[in-house]
């Protein structure tokens, strides 16, 4: 109590929020409260962890998967005291399904020290990089043994990295031993031999534009192409060079 005995009592300023608690999956896009104020006043905000949840001009932002508070306040001005008000927010990790690429690898090469992953269900423009603080891998379950031969499957492992984003669903790959592709052309068809991976055909011009693409169910394709001219034939990773006369 003041020396004087007079207790000043001051009004609280309106701060009336719709949203007080937030409940939703990494991804969503940004809420916008539902505030009532009085005229002229201004709400500021406290984030509690930045990193999860952070609001600013009456927009909440979610970051990442975790559980935090929000304060809207309004500071004390002349006749009215301040106020505040909790704004829970809870942030479920998305589901994102990580696969290891299957592989045809040609009998007799080694096999890959990389596996390349595709990725389904990356939000929020998030690529890999943004969506893992430690990157998955993928590794082949078993070494190659001397005996392999064309037709031997291998199991392409994931191991796991870590993510306070994404529910991650690993899923392996496998790895199947090809014949060694090759391409020749007679009498203007295309031969294709050692596709055992079905793989498609893809021919391009030499400027790098596609030209034609067929599936790979078929072994021998009849060519429509301008004559003196020179094409870039693609199955899977082997690429070669045909002239067509």
Do not use: H, W
């Amino acid at each position: 109590i003041p020396d004087d005995g007079k207790v000043i009592v001051k009004t609280a300023p309106k701060l009336e929020i719709a949203e007080t608690e937030l409940d939703v999956v990494y991804g969503k896009e940004p809420v916008t409260l539902t505030i009532a104020i009085d005229e002229g006043t201004k709400v500021s905000y406290k984030n509690n962890d930045y990193d999860i949840a952070s609001a600013s001009s009456g927009k909440v932002t979610f970051k990442q998967a975790g559980e935090t508070s929000i304060f809207a306040y309004i500071s004390p001005k002349e006749d009215f005291s301040g106020i505040e008000k909790e704004i829970k927010v809870k942030i479920a990790k998305a589901p994102l399904t990580v696969k290891a690429k299957d592989v045809n690898l040609i009998i007799g090469s080694d096999a890959p020290e990389i596996f390349e992953l595709e990725y389904d269900g990356l939000v929020n423009n998030d690529d890999k990089e943004k969506a893992f603080t430690v990157l998955p891998t993928a590794i082949l379950e078993n070494e190659l043994p001397s005996s392999v031969k064309v037709g031997d499957i291998f199991n392409i492992i994931m191991v796991p990295g870590e993510s306070s984003k994404y529910n991650v669903n690993y899923v392996n790959g496998i790895l199947t031993i090809v014949e060694n592709t090759s391409v020749y052309t007679t009498e203007r068809n295309l031969y294709i031999k050692g596709n055992t991976g079905k793989l498609p055909v893809s021919i391009y011009n030499m400027q790098g534009l596609l030209v034609v693409k067929y599936d790979g169910d078929r072994d021998v394709i009849p060519l429509e192409l301008v004559e003196d001219a020179v094409y870039v034939v693609k199955v899977g990773a082997y690429v070669t060079r045909i002239l067509i006369k």
